[in-house]
């Protein structure tokens, strides 16, 4: 996601400075607000109109002077884009049925044939109207008291968040949303944002969202997110962020470029309040302080509509040397924020690099997508080491530098430890390590292996399955895709089930028993168990866990008390059960071809390439390497990981 965007970013901000950088300057020189009233002279009707409210002209000031980040996209595409959101925001449709009905409207549409326009052209009326509606809210609500005029300007007065197309929205969302404010705004504690945010969030939170993870890699939607209502992580911050922001409650969004264990960027809300402190929050969960954020992170940043100047005037060389996301970076790094303690300070010996590096090179630490790496901060070496501030643990990085519109790794792969602070490199030693591989992709962020642990295996002879007796508890997360329970039961039942632990909503794929340890023909009986009927979600029934098919699933509607079971029609003595975890087809598949590579001197190694004969793979590596499973056949989702124990841990 971000490669495409940050290209596109690139060369629209280009277009838009082109005529107010310094040409021939090593370094680029921002355009002041003067010479953004020389490009656009219309904007000074906008600062005329504020000659006699200073506050409203700083706001006005604070909008033009970051005119030149900003952008929006037009054409056909767009078009198809933001009907397939609102066509998939009914719930009348599939993601693929959306696609397929917006396709039918434009045709074959592709997000590169967008055309940018700067909003260095922007229409001074829709500012004046943006300031006055945001000075509106701002004033007349009780929390507004609280909010400081840099937060003002940061998280209610901006009229875009990124780079969505334009059109007015505030007073549309306005109008719908503060009446539902109406009963708190006389109480005392009204006059502190997060009191606000509560009572808001807690009918917002009522509005069906429509989610799919294969949304969000385009440009932003905008405004009209607030009555469609779908969309990945990123369209759920940002329709929160015009709610609030249209009431006067300051908010924004944070995100992580790289979520710490996995391959995507992860976007949230925060709000500020009273005090200026900052809550993280999501559509369906109310604020809470950011320091008890879950989740394994790297860095986090915070969007802000103002360009971080701090960050551009560190840079040393040509700008356009600079890895595009922090060229003219809107965001600040709010890792410490999250972190408090656990934020360590990174330092990287010199002599731990790959090649030399002068002192004027910026140094990316950069994490893994895939077999990508992208850059999260950048440093120039200090002396002997290469330092980064604010680094929590528990993540791989490598560091890389930027050369000819490509990042070249100048170290290997590290774990930096989050309780002690030291440093573990993925060298990969030359004694070799057979290793048996089972998935390529961490189960247990998906958590349905470890809805398994408590779960048992019961006989009856009667169909309610009182009394029964427990044949097994899953004690252990299953870790492959064919599980094999060998039983030395001497009792012979005509009823058998799965029965789902506490809070497990009876998430199991497959179950088949058998007469004899070595048999491989399962037994076959009637289906029993415990339906979602109307009240849950009929593709992931109980009927599923008997189907020959260990990629279709159970899912109770309820988190205790879903079982699925067979009736044998006689009493049989089973002595061998294999079962299948739900799953997202990340196990090893028999028949696909896989290829396994290692890490060394920063490039990845193929081992080979091998079809799998049945649920596991059996390599030959490097002792200690870091590693990635890649199917050729089919699936995306893939992770890099080191053999630990013999098991695989992802990171």
């Known amino acids: 996601m971000y490669n495409h965007i940050d290209r596109m970013k690139r060369i629209t901000v280009y277009i838009s400075l082109l005529s107010l950088l310094i040409v021939g300057c090593k370094k680029a020189s921002l355009p002041t607000i003067d010479e953004i009233l020389q490009s656009n002279p219309l904007l000074e009707t906008v600062l005329q109109k504020y000659e006699s409210d200073s506050l409203k002209r700083k706001a006005a000031e604070f909008l033009i002077e970051n005119l030149p980040y900003y952008y929006s996209y037009e054409g056909e595409p767009m078009k198809y884009y933001q009907k397939l959101y609102q066509l998939f925001g009914t719930g009348l449709y599939t993601l693929e049925e959306a696609q397929d009905s917006a396709r039918s409207l434009y045709g074959a549409t592709a997000l590169n044939q967008l055309t940018p326009t700067s909003d260095m052209d922007i229409s001074p009326d829709y500012l004046i109207d943006n300031i006055e509606w945001a000075f509106r809210v701002w004033k007349e609500q009780p929390w507004g008291k609280n909010v400081s005029f840099t937060d003002f300007c940061e998280y209610i007065l901006p009229y875009r968040i990124k780079d969505e197309p334009l059109k007015p929205w505030r007073e549309k969302i306005y109008k719908k949303f503060n009446p539902l404010l109406d ?22 939170s009522k509005i069906p969202f429509y989610f799919s993870s294969s949304l969000g890699y385009g440009p932003h939607i905008g405004p009209d997110l607030v009555e469609w ?26 995100y992580m470029p790289l979520r710490g264990d996995a391959n995507v960027a992860h976007f949230w809300n925060f709000m500020l309040d009273k005090y200026g402190d900052s809550y993280y ?78 002192d004027d090179e910026i140094i990316y630490l950069c994490g893994a997508s895939q077999m990508q790496w992208t850059p999260l901060a950048y440093a120039y070496p200090t002396g002997d080491d290469i330092i980064f501030d604010d680094v929590e643990g528990m993540v791989v990085f490598q560091l890389a530098i930027y050369k000819s519109n490509e990042l070249i790794p100048v170290s290997e792969p590290f774990e930096f430890n989050k309780a002690t602070g030291g440093i573990h490199y993925f060298h990969g030693s030359e004694e070799p390590e057979e290793v048996k591989l089972l998935n390529k992709y961490h189960q247990f962020i998906e958590s349905f292996p470890r809805r398994m642990v408590g779960g048992t295996f019961e006989g009856s002879n009667h169909a309610d399955f009182i009394p029964s007796d427990t044949l097994f508890i899953i004690k252990d997360y299953p870790l492959r895709l064919h599980n094999v329970i060998r039983l030395n039961n001497t009792k012979s039942y005509r009823y058998y089930r799965y029965f789902g632990p506490k809070d497990g909503y009876c998430n199991i794929s497959e179950v088949s028993y058998y007469l004899d340890q070595q048999d491989t023909c399962k037994l076959e009986g009637r289906l029993l168990g415990t339906s979602n009927g109307k009240e849950g979600d009929a593709e992931h029934d109980y009927s599923n866990v008997h189907d020959g098919d260990p990629y279709t699933s159970f899912n109770y509607y309820l988190p205790t008390g879903g079982w699925a079971g067979l009736d044998f029609g006689k009493p049989l003595c089973v002595k061998k059960i294999i079962f299948t975890p739900r799953n997202r087809d990340n196990y090893v598949r028999k028949g696909d071809r896989y290829e396994l590579f290692y890490s060394s ?39 890099i990981f080191e053999l630990r124990d013999g098991i695989q841990q992802y990171w």
């Open 183 to 204: 009963s708190i705004r006389g109480l005392p504690e009204a006059t502190d944002p997060l009191f606000a945010a509560r009572a808001l969030l807690d009918s917002v």
């Open 229 to 254: 209502s779908s969309g990945n992580c990123r369209e759920s911050a940002d329709m929160l962020i015009y709610i609030f922001r249209a009431v006067g409650i300051p908010c924004g969004c944070d």
């Open 281 to 358: 929050m999501y559509k369906d969960r109310m604020p809470e302080p950011v320091r008890d954020y879950w989740g394994i992170r790297s860095k986090i940043y915070r969007q802000t509509f103002s360009l971080n100047r701090d960050m551009t005037e560190k840079i040393k060389g040509n700008i356009e040397e600079v890895y595009p996301t922090f060229r003219y970076p809107n965001f600040l790094d709010v890792t410490h924020l999250y972190s408090g303690r656990n934020a360590r300070t990174l330092a990287i010996s010199r002599d731990k690099l790959l090649q030399d590096i002068s």
């Open 601 to 639: 001197a920063g490039k990845w190694i193929s081992v080979g390439t091998q079809i799998a004969a049945s649920d596991s793979l059996l390599y030959t590596v490097p002792k200690g390497a870091l590693l990635y499973l890649k199917n050729h056949t089919r699936g995306k989702d893939e992770r």
